[in-house]
């Protein structure tokens, strides 16, 4: 450039501005403890390596990591090895820095990592080569030997985040995991931790035809049919007994948006002349008063009354004949102090044919905790009454006809004759079962639930 009287004075401005966040990485890698192939059954353990590679520390972090259908935890795996807190964790929530749960149909762990994490919140995490700046956690799983969870995808796919606030800016982040080593580029590996399941030949059950008396409960498929729990009539309406003759229709879901149906070929020959309105026991001085009420009755001839120690193996104890009225009572007597007894009614038909009740548990006072179940069937909760001898501690799982829990409450200090609710929380309508466990008496309680 010339000029013949211009002058030109160039100059620059620059400015900067130091950001200051947290950077955090999450690295996850997976071990099978069998070796080789991995096949159904096999133990996995996961290890996850948690870094803050920024300049600024990050609080209150938590990682949360999702475990789908085809992977079952391992109780009493959760383990925190490097970093904060180190050392096994218990499985239940509000006694340390990690937990396994349910949430939105999903069971989850959680660790809460850092300097000054506790029972409810995450801890801090200082900046690179800081001695709090990394920690390193595990825990294991198993795969699952049901065959058909793979039905949509042979793999099993997972992933963990992260959550975690800046120390400055307070801005609220999340990250997610990635395996270790490198693509087919040579470049850090990202996405989910993948592993190819080495499945056998799974053939899905089949179709059914079924002959019986209306209304049938279509959880009655169940003991052949594990785990197909959400029924439909021909309209895909949601149903819980068929009716008529006509095609239903039951679905299993084997993980959230893989399913497998089966279809039902039903022949109704004959109508059930008694409906249950309800049927409960409570405990009465060394013995178990029953009694339940009808609605409806039309050729019926009796009621018989089961019992059993286990929930499994029933054996009749009594007869009740009709008599002309809506409710009814049974006392078993001579009981021992302690146990624990299951009952259900057998209503029977002038023609032979019959129908079972819902299953009632009472617990022998002795000293212990009785639980009483209702409305059983339920509709969109089930109570659990703890009796008037309750203490300590209890958790409460439903789990459905796959085993999978699908929604767990944990209640601390237990309070005589305390009710506990238990919402559906819009599950399927079908056949469910109610774990109490109280940590106190040492004691496990299996309820069967029907949600309509």
Same mark, same amino acid.
């Given at each position: %450039? ?16 130091? #950001? ?9 890698? #997976? ?30 972090? =938590? ?29 239940? /929530? ?42 390193? %956690? ?20 997972? *992933? /963990? ?26 470049? &850090? ?10 499945? &056998? ?10 002959? /019986?008396?209306?209304?049938? &409960? ?45 279809? %039902? ?82 209503? =029977? ?8 009740? $819902? ?12 639980? $009483?179940?209702? &409305? ?14 309750? *203490? ?24 005589? $004759? ?23 008496? $040492? ?10």
């Amino acid at each position: %450039m010339t000029s013949s009287g211009d002058v030109f004075a160039p100059f620059m401005i620059s400015t900067a501005i130091d #950001v200051f966040e947290p950077n955090i990485e999450i690295t996850k890698e #997976v071990l099978d403890i069998n070796g080789g192939l991995v096949e159904l059954g096999d133990t996995l353990k996961f290890d996850l390596k948690v870094v803050n590679k920024g300049n600024d520390p990050a609080t209150n972090v =938590i990682l949360h990591d999702s475990l789908y259908g085809a992977m079952d935890y391992v109780p009493g795996s959760l383990k925190i090895n490097t970093g904060a807190n180190t050392g096994v964790k218990t499985d239940v /929530a509000g006694d340390d820095q990690a937990e396994f749960a349910l949430s939105g149909g999903v069971n989850f762990v959680k660790f809460r990592l850092g300097s000054g994490a506790n029972s409810t919140t995450g801890g801090n995490m200082g900046i690179t080569a800081a001695t709090d700046s990394l920690t390193t %956690m595990e825990f294991k799983v198993t795969v699952t030997t049901d065959c058909q969870i793979f039905h949509c995808n042979s793999n099993i796919v997972n *992933k /963990a985040f992260v959550t975690f606030v800046g120390n400055i800016s307070g801005a609220s982040r999340s990250t997610y995991s990635s395996p270790t080593g490198f693509d087919q580029y040579g470049c &850090p590996a990202i996405g989910p931790t993948t592993l190819v399941v080495n499945v &056998p030949p799974c053939t899905p059950p089949a179709d059914t035809s079924i002959t /019986a008396c209306s209304p049938y &409960p279509l959880s009655n498929i169940l003991p052949f049919r594990p785990g197909y729990n959400q029924y439909y009539n021909s309209s895909w309406a949601t149903i819980t007994d068929a009716t008529s003759t006509g095609t239903y229709y039951a679905i299993k879901q084997l993980y959230p948006g893989c399913n497998d149906t089966i279809q %039902m070929n039903m022949t109704i020959t004959c109508t059930l002349p008694v409906i249950l309105s309800y049927f409960k026991g409570e405990y009465n001085n060394n013995a178990v008063k029953l009694q339940w009420r009808i609605e409806t009755q039309s050729s019926f001839s009796h009621f018989e009354i089961e019992r059993s120690t286990d929930g499994r193996n029933f054996s009749t104890i009594g007869n009740v004949a009709l008599s002309g009225i809506d409710l009814y009572n049974f006392l078993d007597v001579n009981l021992v102090s302690g146990s624990i007894y299951y009952y259900r009614l057998k209503m =029977i038909d002038t023609d032979g044919n019959f129908k079972y009740s $819902n299953i009632v548990v009472v617990r022998m006072n002795g000293g212990k905790n009785q639980i $009483n179940i209702y &409305p059983n069937p339920a509709s969109d909760f089930v109570n659990a009454e703890l009796g008037s001898n309750a *203490k300590g501690d209890y958790s409460l799982q439903l789990i459905d006809a796959t085993g999978r829990t699908v929604n767990t409450k944990i209640v601390t200090n237990a309070q005589s $004759n305390q009710l506990i609710t238990i919402q559906s929380g819009g599950l399927a309508s079908g056949v469910y079962i109610l774990k109490i466990v109280s940590r106190h008496y $040492n004691e496990t309680t299996l309820s069967k639930v029907i949600f309509k």
